[in-house]
């Protein structure tokens, strides 16, 4: 009996060895537990960075088509009258504009026209719905339009055509122009009777057309898939947001370009001084978060084009093209040429990544 009471441990011991083993499996499973998370979001943050990298390994990369670098805002409207056909001439032919930006409505008698507003008032003077107005009673543009997109400033030529052109017109006066084209109506028949008039003129393949409306984007898409495309807001702030969680290297992306507001210049100046700190914070944040280089490379790297609208001073020019975007909206396009000029290493080819420009369409830069 005395031996067994010595070699019978004390409960006390029993049950310190006991609690020391649920302790020791307690941590053994918070152990496994950390080491599983961290290893998953290891894991997943890797794929992120290798598909983001060579996003080409899920994806085929889209052809580039043509040259987008110098892209005139309503065909120059700092300059000429906006969407004339005298603005279009004078950025083709005096600019070397790469690309025409523009915008087309439907009138009463099923006329494309080029237009920015729905209500001509701010353009023409008269208080008018331009769809409800047969082609040939529409009011002519005024002699003299503030500039939008530059503050304070007015576009005053001397001499200017103020008629509101057809789109036809347009096409077949500049066939080898690439056209960015935002239709803003909302309708199927705007897009079937444009898109006819880009068939007509064969202009299928040196267009970018779209909306930021996606219902009218998916309108387009549904038209003619062929056609390119642009993102409407919905997509761009889908993009965003699946690129900044990660998921943006598993989403497709049938668009040829992304443009993208900034605000720079006087327009940003004016901002400032009428935005409360607050705002002016979320502004320069957003910002930051929408134009960057890295959302910009990994674009490029997947042949998409990023573009950026309006600019309109050499300071935001050249901080655009630093990071790698491939175009900029302005409507000043003589000082943007220029500028460009005098920088050839933003349009060099030397800037582009591999195969880049495979599929480039010669001759898009009209000499006229």
Request: with cysteine; glycine share 8%.
């Amino acid at each position: 009996a005395r031996a067994r009471q010595v070699l019978r441990p004390p409960r006390q011991t029993w049950r310190n060895t006991g609690q020391g083993i649920v302790t020791g499996m307690a941590m053994s499973t918070g152990d496994i537990v950390g080491t599983t998370v961290g290893a998953t979001l290891g894991a997943y943050v890797l794929t992120v960075l290798l598909l983001y990298r060579f996003p080409c390994l899920l994806h085929r990369k889209n052809t580039r088509r043509f040259d987008g670098f110098l892209i005139a805002h309503r065909g120059g409207a700092g300059e000429r009258l906006e969407n004339t056909l005298g603005a279009f001439r004078h950025a083709v032919r005096d600019t070397k504009a790469d690309v025409l930006e523009l915008d087309v409505h439907l009138t009463k008698d099923k006329q494309v026209v080029v237009c920015h507003d729905s209500n001509m008032k701010r353009a023409t003077g008269v208080d008018v719905v331009l769809e409800e107005v047969d082609y040939a009673d529409l009011p002519t543009y005024l002699q003299h339009l503030d500039v939008t997109f530059s503050p304070g400033q007015r576009c005053e030529p001397e001499c200017e055509d103020t008629k509101v052109p057809l789109f036809e017109d347009l096409l077949r006066e500049l066939p080898d122009t690439v056209l960015n084209i935002d239709l803003k109506q909302g309708n199927q028949e705007l897009v079937e009777i444009t898109g006819e008039l880009l068939k007509r003129y064969n202009r299928t393949q040196s267009v970018v057309w779209g909306s930021s409306t996606n219902h009218v984007l998916e309108m387009c898409y549904k038209y003619d898939p062929s056609i390119p495309i642009y993102f409407s807001v919905a997509r761009v702030f889908k993009f965003l947001a699946l690129y900044w969680t990660g998921l943006a290297a598993f989403l497709p992306i049938r668009e040829y370009a992304l443009e993208l507001p900034y605000v720079s210049g006087s327009l940003k100046e004016s901002a400032r001084s009428r935005l409360p700190a607050v705002m002016r914070f979320g502004l320069t944040v957003s910002q930051a978060l929408l134009v960057n280089r890295f959302i910009v490379g990994y674009l490029k790297r997947r042949g998409v084009e990023t573009w950026i609208f309006v600019l309109n001073d050499e300071e935001s020019w050249r901080e655009m093209y630093e990071i790698g975007v491939a175009g900029v909206h302005t409507d000043y396009p003589t000082q943007l040429r220029q500028f460009l000029d005098e920088n050839p290493q933003y349009t060099s080819s030397e800037n582009s990544e591999p195969g880049e420009r495979d599929g480039l369409v010669a001759g898009q830069r009209s000499e006229l």
